[in-house]
Structures are given as C-alpha cells and as structure tokens.
C-alpha cells in the first residue's frame, strides 16, 4: 500500500476516534484500489475502513459520511481535540 503523495482535490476530516490526521491509501494492486483512515497507527481509525473504492476521491467521500456521536444520556460530547458533536 502507498500513501498519496499528490495534490488532492478532496479534503478529509479528522480521524472520529483520536482527531488525528486521516489519509487516502492505494493499494499496490493492478488496478489499483483506495481507502481511508487514520494515519496513525495506534489509534483504532486507522483499521476502520475495511471498503475499498476505485477512486480517491470515494474513498474520501465514503470516510467524511458519518453520523453525529452522543453520549449515553444523550448530551453533547467534547472531544479530546475539543470538537463537540451530538446534540446542541
């Protein structure tokens, strides 16, 4: 697998487990295949996206497609990186 290393003209948001950076892979494969998640290894983003996808730019798109979090009662949570999600 190979990161990518060009200009992209898609932009991703966060890892949603850490708030870390999250990146678009491709597979050595002929043809090659794509997938996201986040670049670090130690965080549980990084084995999160088990699709994979013709295109960088899918990829992305299938990774930045997730729904808002809340804590069991319900509340707003505040992440680590101080971003809050769930109800406002």
Not at 28 to 53: I, K, M, N, Q
Request: aromatic share 8%.
């Amino acid at each position: 697998m190979t990161g990518e290393s060009q200009k992209t003209a898609y932009t991703l948001k966060p890892c949603p487990f850490c708030g870390g950076k999250a990146v678009v892979a491709r597979s050595d494969d002929e043809p090659p295949v794509y997938f996201a998640g986040c670049d670090s290894l130690w965080c549980r983003g990084s084995a999160v996206t088990l699709r994979h996808y013709a295109s960088p730019e899918e990829a992305a798109e299938a990774w930045n497609r997730r729904t808002a979090a809340a804590s069991p009662n319900g509340q707003t949570v505040q992440r680590s990186n101080g971003q809050t999600e769930g109800r406002q």
